[in-house]
């Protein structure tokens, strides 16, 4: 296993486009978060889904969000009608029911919105 | 509402020159307190959980440690690649007990 990946990398979009970041968590864990960071701040929580049900949003998420875990395995996390103010770094994170070893990032996904 | 802060934002060290930063929090119970290393352009790296208070953990030049209020992570003899920067994070036993409230981290240099 390779860890959490998230694709793309990097993502420019024009404001009013729509776009989507896909995760793929750690196969064994049933736990997937999503967080947002932007520069010079620490990363801030999203949602969080236990397999496939997404059990919290975070009042940061407006109705442009969307985020889905279909079948409890990869997750997407979409963006209606993109600002400017979304541009961040969007990061996924995946654990199992124990926290001694953390949760694990993904590397990201930058999205900078023109 | 869970808080933390550390301090302080930037830290500039030559390399062997021993430090600490610093982590304070507020949670309603704390379940963990999480030390993580972010490089630039990546996601955070899980580093340490601690629990309790008193509770320390090492790996490698790190040490954490723990207090009611507060958590430490020294770093001794740092060298050029430990430079990036430290994230500190709580999970409370609150109604959302197991989401990550993070600080906005330091920035640690250290100088060849």
């Known amino acids: 296993d390779t860890g959490v990946s998230q694709d793309p990398r990097h993502k420019i979009t024009k404001r009013g486009q729509n776009v989507t970041f896909r995760c793929d968590p750690i196969?064994?864990?049933?736990?997937l978060y999503w967080y947002r960071q932007t520069l010079g701040q620490g990363p801030e929580f999203l949602t969080y889904?236990?397999?496939?049900?997404?059990?919290?949003k975070s009042r940061l998420l407006s109705d442009r969000f969307s985020a889905e875990r279909p079948k409890g395995s990869f997750s997407t996390l979409e963006i209606q009608r993109t600002e400017q103010g979304d541009s961040a770094m969007y990061l996924c994170a995946s654990s199992s029911s124990s926290a001694d070893y953390g949760y694990t990032f993904g590397s990201g996904t930058r999205l900078t919105v023109v | 509402e869970d808080q933390v802060t550390q301090s302080p934002e930037a830290l500039r060290l030559q390399e062997g020159e021993s430090s600490s930063l610093n982590c304070s929090y507020t949670?309603?119970?704390?379940?963990?307190l999480f030390w993580y290393r972010q490089d630039p352009g990546k996601g955070p790296e899980f580093l340490f959980t601690?629990?309790?208070a008193g509770e320390e953990k090492e790996k490698e030049r790190l040490k954490a440690t723990l207090t009611k209020k507060e958590s430490f992570l020294h770093i001794t003899a740092p060298k050029p690649e430990d430079s990036a920067t430290y994230l500190c994070a709580v999970q409370g036993s609150g109604g959302s007990n197991y989401k990550l409230t993070f600080g906005k981290g330091t920035l640690l240099t250290v100088n060849p």
């Open positions: 889904f236990q397999n496939e049900a997404q059990l919290e």
């Open positions: 196969s064994e864990h049933n736990r």
């Open positions: 949670v309603s119970g704390l379940r963990g």
């Open positions: 601690l629990y309790s």
